[in-house]
């Protein structure tokens, strides 16, 4: 019976402890994110991706095949969409070079082409 609500921790979230109906996280130890912000960026506040933190899976082939290296941030060009319009129509896409990338959880993500983040696109 504990197990929904954490156990031992259970009454220490919520009154009712194991009694309650409701299943409840327990957010002690959990990583605390910030978001990024435009004006931070644009100061150079963020890590942007170098040779190190651009996975292989966002390299566009062209820029490889036009002299650069797989290893070489700057001859990789990130395919990046906008935002869906309001009405779904696709966002535009274009290539950005990985040097302008912020190193966010998005570098990780499957999802292609990858988003402009719609917190800066929209200034």
Do not use: Q, W
Request: include cysteine.
């Amino acid at each position: 019976a504990g197990a929904k609500n954490g156990g031992s921790a259970a009454g220490e979230l919520c009154p009712r402890g194991d009694a309650c109906e409701y299943v409840h996280a327990d957010p002690r130890g959990a990583a605390e994110l910030a978001p990024h912000e435009l004006g931070a960026a644009m100061a150079g506040e963020y890590e942007r991706v170098g040779d190190t933190t651009l996975p292989a899976a966002l390299l566009n082939p062209d820029a490889v095949a036009a002299g650069g290296s797989a290893a070489d941030v700057n001859a990789a060009a990130i395919e990046l969409a906008y935002p869906d319009g309001e009405d779904g129509t696709p966002g535009a896409r274009e290539h950005v070079p990985a040097s302008r990338l912020l190193v966010t959880r998005v570098l990780k993500c499957k999802r292609r082409p990858l988003r402009h983040c719609s917190h800066f696109t929209a200034h």
